[in-house]
């Protein structure tokens, strides 16, 4: 664990650096999704830099194509799903067979993107796309998700083992903390649990040098740090305290780097920050776009940024 002196660093250098912004010239653009379609709570690239692919409420994956074409179908995660049922919807009663695929991530190795889906928990579809194969069940609820390209190994978030996606929905609605960590090995098919006692879902990241996991905290407003390499192997610590509820992270351009989606006095945030907890650069959200935030993917020297309540990504660029 950090000692005290560590957490007095992490609250000086949020407190020190929350009103920058990504840019004097910032540019706000949308991708936007096809009518009546939203929950964009995902994005992802694939290793020729495609994309971004995004999930969305209805039950599908979308790739976007280009300014022309806008977003096609990709993927979906429910065998059962039809196009005239599902498409367009954002009703939690139909997921059951339409499917909530939340969070993405590529194997760069062999393309495969992996999947969480909150009825369907963890699957993965080739590059061709079509109807994901589920790889493992059974869960309440899986968020986010983190893939380690040189081993394979898939990293997720199960949010709770007492509820699910439609109870989040539910007047005076709180997380509880039997959130989990887990690993899937796909050389085994196995699934481990790393760490429990997590709350509010959200997604992981894995570091660049593949020594560590960071992982969100909603009711603590913390991310923690979980060892799967070196000395302190198997062990947890917290990483950040107090800069905000914490969402989804994701690796940044610059390695050792990563982008957490964090909404801080009703203002949405993404920050950058290092190996050591030091937050390098805050892009405040909110001064251009009224949303909920819940991911913040850099690409090409941009930030694409996912919302489980807009009908668009939006895309931050200098």
């Known amino acids: 664990m950090k000692t005290s002196s560590f957490f007095v660093v992490d609250l000086i250098v949020c407190f020190l650096i929350v ?3 990504f840019s004097d010239n910032i540019t706000f653009n949308k991708l936007q999704l096809p009518p009546n379609v939203t929950g964009p709570e995902s994005a992802a690239f694939d290793r020729q830099g495609g994309g971004p692919y995004v999930t969305v409420a209805d039950g599908r994956i979308l790739k976007w194509q280009d300014p022309t074409i806008g977003f096609v179908d990709f993927a979906y995660t429910s065998p059962n ?5 599902c498409d367009g919807t954002n009703d939690l009663k139909l997921g059951p067979t339409c499917g909530r695929p939340l969070a993405l991530s590529f194997n760069y190795k062999t393309s495969d993107l992996y999947i969480t889906d909150a009825f ?3 699957l993965v579809v080739g590059f061709n796309g079509g109807l994901a194969t589920q790889l493992s069940g059974g869960y309440k609820y899986l968020s986010g998700i983190d893939v380690e390209s040189y081993t394979g190994n898939v ?3 199960d949010a709770s083992l007492t509820y699910d996606i439609r109870d989040m929905t539910q007047p005076g609605f709180t997380p509880d903390s039997t959130g989990r960590l887990l690993k899937y090995d796909p050389r085994t098919q196995q699934v481990t649990v790393l760490s429990s006692g997590l709350s509010g879902g959200g997604g992981p990241a894995v570091s660049s040098d593949r020594n560590y996991v960071l992982v969100p905290d909603y009711l603590k407003k913390q991310v923690q740090r979980h060892w799967v390499q070196g000395p302190k192997r198997n062990t947890n610590e917290v990483f950040m ?3 905000g509820i914490p969402k989804n992270i994701k690796r940044a351009a610059n390695g050792g780097e990563f982008w957490v989606a ?21 892009v405040v959200l909110s ?7 819940a991911v913040v993917q850099e690409m090409n020297n941009a930030l694409y940024v996912g919302s489980s309540g807009t009908d ?3 895309v931050y660029t200098n």
């Open 262 to 282: 964090v909404e801080k006095m009703n203002e949405a945030q993404g920050l950058r920050v290092n190996g050591s907890a030091m937050v390098l650069q805050t």
């Open 312 to 314: 668009f990504v939006g």
């Open 287 to 293: 001064n251009l776009l009224n949303m909920s935030v």
């Open 155 to 157: 990293y997720v978030i």
């Open 120 to 122: 369907f928990g963890l």
């Open 81 to 85: 799903r039809t196009k005239q049922l």
């Open 19 to 21: 009103g920058s912004v």
């Open 241 to 243: 305290v107090d800069c």
